[in-house]
């Protein structure tokens, strides 16, 4: 009576008929990936809520993880993989994505595309409406959606409406074009392979048993009984179990967190065991009957629990739960402050922020011999490497860590996520280990941005110069050290802004919580004390009469003036400029939103807001070298070993950019290889906006020696020109030309005939106990105009428009600044209005929101260039520096349209409401 | 166990068979399942033809049980009904719209349903079908509470039923939350307005949904507007008093007070729309 579907589901998968024996009831994503193996459908979170698994079903997207194998039977199933064939639109599409630099870390394209192709069938040339309807099921954290936007809308175009052109890769002088990203196209068409995309035949499955708890001592059953009694798994693994150390942390003097908790875990969500067995045996497990006992404790989940007197102390020998304190001091902020003219203050508070990349943690691991071999997402591959090694109880060299396409970063990926778990198993099993993280476990226990508690105290003269500032900031490092002392000792650093400050405290702590660790998240920090100081500055402009623009023009720093740890940049402070470029932005959108408001009888009010930033690229006062290889191959190609890790950002586009300008070559000669522990030297971890700075460097300089080598070669001086062609590298000088065959030259150990070998590490110096000291070589400088509309009764905010202006030095390549720009005020967006991670609450991206497609106003970039001395052809960095300032920008504006100040993030509906309501006038 | 039926009585014995659950678009089943072990047998109906589908006859707009959003939005409806087309139209996504179904969205109960209120506002009435037979109640007796319906153990939703009223009506909605897309909604309000010849309201059915376990009718407020002169004026009648009777919980995405609080100028802006849209062609 029953209609049982028959054992083989068919339907059309890409245009070809395929019978397969599947669980019906299984995600037809898994049906896609696993059985059929077409990777380019990405899963992001198995619940609707990112549309990274858009998939056309009888023409129509659907989220992939949603729908179930057995609906599929007898109908039409379009994937990534078959878009070209199946949609007149979608060739035209994945050019125009290229061209417009639409797909940056490329997890979400996939379904960005799907979901584009299939509005472009019904509409050829659509509107931005249409688009962002078509775009909105699916989100992206890295491009800020107005380049995809703008590349759905130009597909149906001969002609690029914006001037996106492709650069030839031939080009003469390669810094400062908007070549394409050379790693996108593998994007685009869903060929990149990410964590979870690829692992050898007969790989077992791994999941991490977890506490259920804040703080809970824990006792196991019988684990040999759990094993013998579920068929298919291989065995349990427990802190027993790790060889070497058990004990990580990317600081390692500070290295707390174990790789499985021994008799009490920190935080919900910390692991105590991990399971393993074959991948069926896995799905069908339910880890409730794993035998383990749980005893919940009492824990700090706020930061005055774990500050107060009596609290039991998360780890033994960190007194009052401080991990670290920070500490930056020039004159006296007091008596600065107590003699200033005009005076703010005020407390302020940011919650956890989470990175909410759509490729959650994966990758697996396998043991080599006496090595082990791991593929995963990562941003750190050395430091990866190094800490493999100590769990493992083995060398540095037995760790080889190659790093998977990455899809999103963000910060988090510098920490050790699946890499313990799947390195432990695989070397004990000798077997291939995989390990995927679900949403929930990602957003529960990898790290999050630092919850802030901030006390601020600003003051100027009657003139308007700033004279002092006191600032007393608390950062919730949850339950392990992770980077919390980086945040703690880059705040002070940078708490004052990018303006003169003769006098000034600067104090931090790390604070230890029963919660998920915080760590890095673009800005390590700098993003939360911004939204206390450029608040602040706007109060001092208005108490003082002043224009709140022209206030930090007055104050900016200059290339002069001693920044709060007394350094004397000399050269490249552009932060003046940035300012000066938003001045006709600024009396545009000031008298605009004055017009608005003038009429305005309904509920919208708009306002115009400010911020300025300024970030130090890498270490704070620690080395941090990159070392870039090459060599010329016997072919005539030179081979780039291009060890920073490209999470989207753009170093496998934009060091092959500097270097190859450096060797006085185009781009098309080299044949470039990514991050490998094995191939490629250390390039450091891609964070602290370093890689285009530290990274770049070292390419200029490997760039510069390689050219060295081959004049030498060519007998020619500095001023020849060098070109490539036919296998030949060919040297001119005066009209003279010399022609070097590789071929026929000797080979060294890497096959080379000529190797370089370029490291490059930032002059610093140490702070001393005051702070004091050259803790970067280089800073990025920028300010962002925000221009919102806040709708009074409601508390909702609309951001309208962000400009954006950035003095990076050099833009190594335009179109790739942009998108750092757009994303970083895409998240800057969501710190300022929706984003807020509560541990055990909203561990999924339906409660915890990021920007949708149809939240992002245009971003009006303006790249300013003040060269640096120190960076490779000028050039700083911008990605942290990108998202900094927009939050206080939007803060900003806020208070002008409504005149409430909103000092705790997110200035979400209520909190926006309650503030008008209150009339904090 | 996994099944797929293809008609309703193949269904209705599956779930007498089987005591599993319904599976039609999968929007809420299969989040529900992350981390998680399936334990229910699942009865598949999005092979049961006769389930899906719109038909307008006697004054009655009748819509299957696993009808989609996108098939409500894409529909010829009347203006009575353009309040829960706006409605299918701001369901999650594109893609959470084209599998999404009417009955799964009012089974789920959830409090922030956003079917449930236009639906509401229309005196909905839900057609339940068992093996004893088939039973049909009005919507506002269906769900009872967070999650909880009145659907028994052997029964399954198989229509939404609404009446078409006449072109005098008006209907509108809205959602506010805390994003564009792909978003929980903080507060939303529904109404369905009839023009009396006499150019005022008839007759005015108001609810508002994610400020209390169940959306809510605002009866107070439909009482005092009848009378009232049918253009977007009459939004101003709506005061604190019409709204004091929610029960909003306070959660990751606002307050109860402010929920309470925005949820008077979401109705008051639903009417106003109400009352200014002109029918639709």
Same mark, same amino acid.
């Given at each position: 009576?029953?209609?049982?579907?028959?054992?083989?589901?068919?339907?059309?998968?890409?245009?070809?008929?395929?019978?397969?024996?599947?669980?019906?009831?299984?995600?037809?994503?898994?049906?896609?990936?696993?059985?059929?193996?077409?990777?380019?459908?990405?899963?992001?979170?198995?619940?609707?809520?990112?549309?990274?698994?858009?998939?056309?079903?009888?023409?129509?997207?659907?989220?992939?993880?949603?729908?179930?194998?057995?609906?599929?039977?007898?109908?039409?199933?379009?994937?990534?993989?078959?878009?070209?064939?199946?949609?007149?639109?979608?060739?035209?599409?994945?050019?125009?994505?290229?061209?417009?630099?639409?797909?940056?870390?490329?997890?979400?394209?996939?379904?960005?595309?799907?979901?584009?192709?299939?509005?472009?069938?019904?509409?050829?040339?659509?509107?931005?409406?249409?688009?962002?309807?078509?775009?909105?099921?699916?989100?992206?954290?890295?491009?800020?959606?107005?380049?995809?936007?703008?590349?759905?809308?130009?597909?149906?175009?001969?002609?690029?409406?914006?001037?996106?052109?492709?650069?030839?890769?031939?080009?003469?002088?390669?810094?400062?074009?908007?070549?394409?990203?050379?790693?996108?196209?593998?994007?685009?068409?869903?060929?990149?392979?990410?964590?979870?995309?690829?692992?050898?035949?007969?790989?077992?499955?791994?999941?991490?048993?977890?506490?259920?708890?804040?703080?809970?001592?824990?006792?196991?059953?019988?684990?040999?009984?759990?094993?013998?009694?579920?068929?298919?798994?291989?065995?349990?693994?427990?802190?027993?179990?790790?060889?070497?150390?058990?004990?990580?942390?990317?600081?390692?003097?500070?290295?707390?967190?174990?790789?499985? $908790?021994?008799?009490?875990?920190?935080?919900?969500?910390?692991?105590?065991?991990?399971?393993?067995?074959?991948?069926?045996?896995?799905?069908?497990?339910?880890?409730?009957?794993?035998?383990?006992?749980?005893?919940?404790?009492?824990?700090?989940?706020?930061?005055?629990?774990?500050?107060?007197?009596?609290?039991?102390?998360?780890?033994?020998?960190?007194?009052?739960?401080?991990?670290?304190?920070?500490?930056?001091?020039?004159?006296?902020?007091?008596?600065?402050?107590?003699?200033?003219?005009?005076?703010?203050?005020?407390?302020?508070?940011?919650?956890?922020?989470?990175?909410?990349?759509?490729?959650?943690?994966?990758?697996?691991?396998?043991?080599?011999?006496?090595?082990?071999?791991?593929?995963?997402?990562?941003?750190?591959?050395?430091?990866?490497?190094?800490?493999?090694?100590?769990?493992?109880?083995?060398?540095?060299? !037995?760790?080889?860590?190659?790093?998977?396409?990455?899809?999103?970063?963000?910060?988090?990926?510098?920490?050790?996520?699946?890499?313990?778990?799947?390195?432990?198993?695989?070397?004990?099993?000798?077997?291939?280990?995989?390990?995927?993280?679900?949403?929930?476990?990602?957003?529960?226990?990898?790290?999050?941005?630092?919850?802030?508690?901030?006390?601020?105290?600003?003051?100027?003269?009657?003139?308007?110069?700033?004279?002092?500032?006191?600032?007393?900031?608390?950062?919730?490092?949850?339950?392990?050290?992770?980077?919390?002392?980086?945040?703690?000792?880059?705040?002070?650093?940078?708490?004052?802004?990018?303006?003169?400050?003769?006098?000034?405290?600067?104090?931090?702590?790390?604070?230890?919580?029963?919660?998920?660790?915080?760590?890095?998240?673009?800005?390590?920090?700098?993003?939360?004390?911004?939204?206390?100081?450029?608040?602040?500055?706007?109060?001092?402009?208005?108490?003082?009469?002043?224009?709140?623009?022209?206030?930090?023009?007055?104050?900016?720093?200059?290339?002069?003036?001693?920044?709060?740890?007394?350094?004397?940049?000399?050269?490249?402070?552009?932060?003046?400029?940035?300012?000066?470029?938003?001045?006709?932005?600024?009396?545009?959108?000031?008298?605009?939103?004055?017009?608005?408001?003038?009429?305005?009888?309904?509920?919208?009010?708009?306002?115009?807001?400010?911020?300025?930033?300024?970030?130090?690229?890498?270490?704070?006062?620690?080395?941090?070298?990159?070392?870039?290889?090459?060599?010329?191959?016997?072919?005539?190609?030179?081979?780039?070993?291009?060890?920073?890790?490209?999470?989207?950002?753009?170093?496998?586009?934009?060091?092959?950019?500097?270097?190859?300008?450096?060797?006085?070559?185009?781009?098309?000669?080299?044949?470039?290889?990514?991050?490998?522990?094995?191939?490629?030297?250390?390039?450091?971890?891609?964070?602290?906006?370093?890689?285009?700075?530290?990274?770049?460097?070292?390419?200029?300089?490997?760039?510069?020696?390689?050219?060295?080598?081959?004049?030498?070669?060519?007998?020619?001086?500095?001023? $020849?020109?060098?070109?490539?062609?036919?296998?030949?590298?060919?040297?001119?000088?005066?009209?003279?030309?010399?022609?070097?065959?590789?071929?026929?030259?000797?080979?060294?150990?890497?096959?080379?005939?000529?190797?370089?070998?370029?490291?490059?590490?930032?002059?610093?110096?140490?702070?001393?106990?005051?702070?004091?000291?050259?803790?970067?070589?280089?800073?990025?400088?920028?300010?962002?105009?925000?221009?919102?509309?806040?709708?009074?009764?409601?508390?909702?905010?609309?951001?309208?428009?962000?400009?954006?202006?950035?003095?990076?030095?050099?833009?190594?390549?335009?179109?790739?600044?942009?998108?750092?720009?757009?994303?970083?005020?895409?998240?800057?967006?969501?710190?300022?209005?929706?984003?807020?991670?509560?541990?055990?609450?909203?561990?999924?991206?339906?409660?915890?929101?990021?920007?949708?497609?149809?939240?992002?106003?245009?971003?009006?970039?303006?790249?300013?260039?003040?060269?640096?001395?120190?960076?490779?052809?000028?050039?700083?960095?911008?990605?942290?520096? !990108?998202?900094?300032?927009?939050?206080?920008?939007?803060?900003?504006?806020?208070?002008?349209?409504?005149?409430?100040?909103?000092?705790?993030?997110?200035?979400?509906?209520?909190?926006?409401?309650?503030?008008?309501? !209150?009339?904090?006038? | 166990?996994?099944?797929?039926?293809?008609?309703?009585?193949?269904?209705?014995?599956?779930?007498?068979?089987?005591?599993?659950?319904?599976?039609?678009?999968?929007?809420? /089943?299969?989040?529900?399942?992350?981390?998680?072990?399936?334990?229910?047998?699942?009865?598949?109906? &999005?092979?049961?033809?006769?389930?899906?589908?719109?038909?307008?006859?006697?004054?009655?707009?009748?819509?299957?049980?696993?009808?989609?959003?996108?098939?409500?939005?894409?529909?010829?409806?009347?203006?009575?009904?353009?309040?829960?087309?706006?409605?299918?139209?701001?369901?999650?996504?594109?893609?959470?719209?084209?599998?999404?179904?009417?009955?799964?969205?009012?089974?789920?109960?959830?409090?922030?349903?956003?079917?449930?209120?236009?639906?509401?506002?229309?005196?909905?009435?839900?057609?339940?079908?068992?093996?004893?037979?088939?039973? &049909?109640?009005?919507?506002? &007796?269906?769900?009872?509470?967070?999650?909880?319906?009145?659907?028994?153990?052997?029964?399954?939703?198989?229509?939404?039923?609404?009446?078409?009223?006449?072109?005098?009506?008006?209907?509108?909605?809205?959602?506010?939350?805390?994003?564009?897309?792909?978003?929980?909604?903080?507060?939303?309000?529904?109404? /369905?307005?009839?023009?009396?010849?006499?150019?005022?309201?008839?007759?005015?059915?108001?609810?508002?949904?994610?400020?209390?376990? /169940?959306?809510?009718?605002?009866?107070?407020?439909?009482?005092?507007?009848?009378?009232?002169?049918?253009?977007?004026?009459?939004?101003?009648?709506?005061?604190?008093?019409?709204?004091?009777?929610?029960?909003?919980?306070?959660? /990751?995405?606002?307050?109860?007070?402010?929920?309470?609080?925005?949820?008077?100028?979401?109705?008051?802006?639903?009417?106003?729309?109400?009352?200014?849209?002109?029918?639709?062609?």
């Amino acid at each position: 009576m029953l209609d049982v579907p028959s054992e083989a589901l068919t339907f059309d998968l890409n245009g070809e008929r395929v019978s397969l024996h599947v669980d019906p009831a299984a995600r037809l994503t898994q049906v896609v990936r696993d059985v059929a193996g077409l990777t380019g459908t990405k899963v992001g979170c198995d619940a609707g809520d990112c549309g990274a698994c858009t998939v056309l079903v009888d023409g129509a997207p659907v989220c992939g993880c949603l729908m179930l194998a057995g609906q599929v039977e007898g109908r039409s199933v379009t994937t990534i993989e078959g878009l070209e064939r199946e949609c007149d639109t979608a060739a035209r599409l994945k050019e125009s994505f290229a061209r417009h630099g639409a797909a940056q870390c490329g997890i979400c394209t996939p379904g960005m595309m799907v979901s584009a192709a299939a509005l472009l069938e019904e509409v050829e040339h659509p509107t931005e409406q249409q688009v962002l309807d078509a775009i909105g099921g699916v989100l992206c954290r890295c491009t800020g959606y107005r380049k995809i936007v703008a590349a759905v809308m130009d597909a149906g175009r001969t002609r690029s409406a914006d001037g996106a052109v492709a650069e030839p890769l031939d080009a003469e002088g390669p810094v400062g074009r908007r070549f394409e990203r050379l790693d996108g196209a593998r994007k685009i068409d869903g060929t990149e392979l990410f964590g979870a995309d690829a692992w050898p035949a007969d790989t077992l499955l791994l999941r991490a048993v977890r506490s259920p708890h804040h703080r809970a001592r824990f006792s196991f059953g019988d684990l040999d009984a759990f094993v013998a009694a579920n068929p298919g798994i291989e065995r349990v693994f427990t802190a027993a179990d790790v060889p070497g150390e058990n004990r990580f942390g990317v600081i390692p003097p500070l290295a707390d967190q174990p790789v499985f $908790a021994v008799g009490e875990t920190r935080f919900r969500g910390e692991a105590v065991a991990a399971v393993v067995g074959r991948p069926s045996a896995i799905a069908a497990l339910d880890l409730k009957s794993f035998p383990v006992v749980w005893e919940e404790l009492p824990a700090h989940v706020t930061l005055d629990q774990a500050l107060a007197e009596d609290a039991h102390r998360v780890h033994e020998g960190r007194a009052g739960n401080i991990l670290v304190r920070g500490h930056v001091e020039r004159g006296d902020a007091d008596g600065a402050l107590a003699g200033a003219a005009v005076t703010a203050e005020g407390e302020f508070e940011t919650g956890f922020v989470e990175h909410a990349y759509i490729e959650p943690e994966a990758g697996f691991a396998q043991r080599v011999g006496d090595r082990i071999e791991i593929s995963a997402c990562t941003q750190s591959p050395y430091m990866d490497r190094d800490d493999t090694a100590k769990i493992l109880g083995i060398a540095p060299e !037995a760790v080889r860590i190659i790093p998977t396409a990455v899809g999103g970063g963000f910060g988090s990926k510098l920490d050790l996520s699946v890499q313990p778990f799947i390195a432990v198993a695989a070397w004990h099993l000798n077997k291939p280990v995989r390990m995927v993280y679900s949403r929930p476990e990602s957003i529960a226990t990898t790290t999050k941005r630092h919850p802030a508690r901030i006390r601020a105290k600003v003051g100027a003269d009657a003139s308007g110069r700033l004279v002092g500032m006191a600032f007393d900031g608390d950062f919730n490092t949850g339950a392990y050290s992770s980077w919390g002392p980086t945040v703690a000792n880059r705040v002070p650093v940078h708490a004052s802004g990018p303006y003169f400050m003769p006098n000034y405290r600067a104090r931090t702590r790390a604070v230890h919580t029963n919660l998920v660790p915080a760590g890095a998240f673009r800005g390590f920090g700098v993003p939360q004390a911004s939204v206390a100081q450029e608040q602040l500055y706007d109060e001092l402009a208005d108490k003082l009469g002043m224009d709140r623009l022209e206030f930090r023009i007055l104050n900016a720093l200059t290339d002069d003036l001693p920044t709060v740890t007394g350094q004397v940049l000399g050269e490249g402070v552009g932060f003046r400029k940035c300012l000066e470029a938003l001045r006709p932005h600024w009396k545009r959108a000031r008298s605009e939103a004055e017009a608005f408001n003038a009429k305005a009888s309904g509920a919208l009010r708009r306002g115009v807001g400010v911020a300025g930033m300024w970030y130090g690229c890498g270490n704070t006062s620690l080395a941090n070298p990159s070392t870039i290889r090459a060599g010329l191959k016997p072919d005539g190609r030179i081979a780039l070993h291009q060890g920073a890790v490209d999470i989207g950002q753009g170093s496998n586009t934009v060091i092959p950019q500097i270097f190859a300008e450096a060797l006085g070559a185009p781009l098309s000669v080299l044949d470039v290889l990514s991050a490998d522990t094995d191939i490629t030297p250390d390039c450091g971890k891609t964070s602290a906006s370093r890689q285009t700075f530290v990274t770049g460097k070292a390419a200029e300089l490997a760039g510069r020696a390689m050219r060295a080598q081959i004049l030498r070669l060519a007998n020619a001086g500095e001023d $020849a020109r060098i070109s490539f062609k036919g296998g030949k590298v060919a040297v001119e000088e005066n009209g003279r030309s010399r022609t070097v065959n590789p071929a026929a030259l000797a080979v060294d150990a890497l096959g080379y005939v000529l190797s370089v070998e370029e490291t490059f590490d930032p002059p610093t110096t140490p702070l001393d106990s005051k702070g004091q000291g050259s803790p970067y070589a280089v800073y990025g400088f920028g300010a962002h105009m925000a221009e919102l509309e806040v709708d009074v009764e409601l508390g909702t905010v609309k951001v309208l428009k962000i400009t954006a202006a950035h003095d990076l030095g050099r833009a190594i390549n335009p179109m790739l600044v942009e998108g750092q720009i757009e994303g970083g005020v895409a998240q800057g967006l969501g710190l300022a209005l929706m984003e807020e991670f509560i541990p055990g609450r909203g561990e999924n991206l339906h409660d915890y929101l990021i920007p949708s497609a149809g939240d992002m106003p245009p971003v009006e970039s303006i790249i300013i260039e003040d060269p640096s001395p120190v960076g490779p052809f000028g050039a700083k960095g911008i990605g942290e520096q !990108a998202l900094i300032p927009t939050a206080p920008a939007i803060l900003n504006a806020i208070h002008d349209a409504v005149g409430v100040r909103i000092r705790r993030v997110p200035a979400t509906p209520d909190r926006v409401r309650a503030a008008i309501l !209150a009339g904090t006038r | 166990m996994y099944l797929r039926p293809r008609t309703i009585d193949a269904a209705v014995a599956a779930l007498v068979e089987t005591k599993g659950r319904i599976v039609a678009g999968g929007t809420d /089943v299969m989040p529900a399942l992350v981390d998680q072990v399936r334990r229910t047998p699942f009865i598949d109906i &999005s092979a049961v033809d006769d389930l899906r589908g719109i038909t307008i006859s006697g004054g009655k707009v009748r819509m299957g049980a696993r009808t989609t959003w996108t098939d409500i939005a894409s529909a010829d409806l009347p203006p009575a009904l353009h309040g829960l087309q706006a409605a299918a139209r701001e369901v999650g996504s594109r893609q959470i719209q084209n599998v999404g179904t009417i009955a799964g969205n009012l089974c789920n109960a959830s409090p922030a349903a956003d079917g449930v209120p236009p639906l509401l506002a229309l005196d909905a009435e839900v057609e339940l079908t068992s093996a004893a037979g088939r039973r &049909s109640m009005p919507l506002a &007796s269906f769900i009872l509470g967070n999650r909880k319906t009145e659907l028994r153990a052997g029964e399954m939703m198989t229509a939404v039923t609404v009446s078409a009223l006449g072109p005098a009506a008006r209907s509108a909605f809205l959602k506010l939350g805390a994003r564009r897309y792909l978003v929980i909604s903080i507060a939303m309000a529904a109404a /369905v307005v009839e023009r009396g010849k006499d150019g005022t309201i008839a007759d005015a059915r108001i609810a508002v949904g994610a400020c209390s376990a /169940v959306a809510r009718r605002l009866s107070a407020l439909e009482k005092d507007l009848v009378g009232k002169p049918f253009s977007p004026a009459a939004a101003e009648f709506v005061t604190a008093a019409h709204v004091a009777g929610l029960t909003p919980i306070d959660d /990751v995405r606002a307050t109860a007070t402010y929920r309470t609080d925005a949820a008077e100028t979401v109705v008051r802006r639903v009417l106003a729309a109400c009352l200014s849209e002109t029918a639709h062609a």
